[in-house]
């Protein structure tokens, strides 16, 4: 059965469009228009520009096109959308905004106590690690679906967490915990064994976990996050099978292997980066010191 069937705002979220635009407009009028009225500030680099657009546009594609849609029926969409979500987005964030804006958010009052705490490494890590641990819990996943206000709370939630456990890694404001290279590899290392657990219940269960997914009446219910009662009211639906080839404990087991899977690639790119940024600091350092030492021994030989 196609999707067409829940309509145009099911699928593409005109209200989301609306949203991702006028934070659009709000970004570069503070980067560009308002920069003057900060106290210290940078022109808008070009690179930070495409980070924050990419991350735009990203959000848009899995929480506002038919993606969104498709994670409301199929736990392998949804698995795949929570990790482009949690484990993309927030680097786009975090690189598209200008250090000297962070420095305003990061250092109000109550804002700087909360970062403070939530951003030391093994906080930020423990806390995004048992949050979405805590938020795949059958009981605790089904009675978030099904509420559309502990949805988006939960949501939104996650994904600060997710700011906070990258926070060590990515920012560039000064004063800010700031790891050694080395520390950062094994940060991301910790990351991907700490996930590990949740990712295993999920892709070794011997039976489908979700009643959002797996009955029918929850999941028609759990639809609503997405779909209009009033359009889901004039259809005849008795599951998700009506839409996916795959049986409920296939879907399952695949959206842990996927979520699993673009974990391992977005985490070895940044190892990849990392590595080479410390890379080619040793190598400079090293250089420099040779220069130096070049230098010194050559003044000493001409004063002999």
Known sequence: MPISIFGFQALWSPYLI??????TVVYFLVTITWRKDFKVSEPLKKSEAIYFILGMIVLYIIKGSPIDLLGHIMF?????QMAILLLLVPIFVIRGIPWWVWKVVVEAPVIRTIVKIFTRPLVGILGFTGLFSIYHL????????????FHGVFTMILFISALFMYWPLLNEVDGQHEMKNIHKLGYIASNAVLI????ALIIFASSPMYLTYSDSAMWLKAMELCVPSSTLSGLSLSGPELFSNMDLL???QVGGVLMKIIQEIIFGVLLFRIFRKWWDTERTSQKEITENALKEFQNRTRYQ
């Open 138 to 149: 059958p009981l605790i996943f089904d009675a978030i679906k099904l509420n559309e206000t």
């Open 250 to 252: 296939s879907d399952q």
């Open 196 to 199: 590990t657990p949740a990712c």
């Open 18 to 23: 609306g949203i991702i635009v006028f934070l």
């Open 76 to 80: 392998t969409m949804h698995m795949a």
